[in-house]
């Protein structure tokens, strides 16, 4: 079986100082529908890390109090035209379409307790803290996205062994981690 081949190939490009400035508009863009419901919302994924080369596109988690909020948000997401897309195989983190309009972005809602919530922010803060292991990722990021630029799932599964073996650093322990190596190998 072929991998899945992505629309477009895979742009990992150097750290753009203007990617915190596209969070806060999109965070400002979401907000106003969500805040009944949310408790906040996080810029995670290699753009909310300075000095990190990423793919041009921002990544969110709107984070709410329980699962049980899950179908409202939907619905508030989708007014804003948000499409839901279900949780591609990582547990308690649905994914969404977006929309067209700029800055590109990725949305995803987690609950606050959710270990998708937490291997975002256990990552994002590793690295905003670690220089050396920013030079290592955004290396191993534009070494992958050359043979792999069109296989999103060879170019995700390439950078798992690195991203696992931060998260094992903060307690995520090996049942857990394991959904997220296949998750990974799977989705995005």
């Avoid at 529908?33 to 921002?58: M, N, Q, W």
């Amino acid at each position: 079986m072929n991998p899945p081949i992505t629309r477009s190939p895979i742009q990992v490009v150097e750290y753009n100082p203007e990617w915190p400035d596209d969070f806060r508009q999109l965070r400002d863009r979401i907000w106003p529908s969500v805040r009944d419901i949310a408790v906040a919302i996080e810029h995670v994924g290699s753009t909310a890390v300075p000095g990190l080369a990423a793919k041009p596109i921002i990544d969110l988690d709107v984070v709410i109090r329980s699962r049980g909020d899950g179908p409202l948000i939907v619905t508030q997401l989708g007014r804003l035209g948000y499409e839901y897309r279900g949780d591609l195989g990582i547990e308690d983190r649905e994914a969404f379409w977006t929309p067209e309009s700029p800055p590109a972005h990725h949305l995803y809602v987690c609950p606050q307790d959710s270990i998708a919530l937490r291997s975002h922010i256990a990552l994002r803060d590793h690295l905003r803290a670690h220089p050396s292991d920013v030079v290592a990722y955004s290396s191993l990021k534009k070494q992958l996205a050359e043979p792999y630029g069109r296989q999103i799932d060879r170019y995700i599964a390439g950078k798992t062994d690195f991203i696992l073996s931060i998260l094992a650093q903060y307690d995520f322990c090996a049942d857990r981690l394991d959904p997220i190596r296949q998750a990974n190998q799977r989705n995005e």
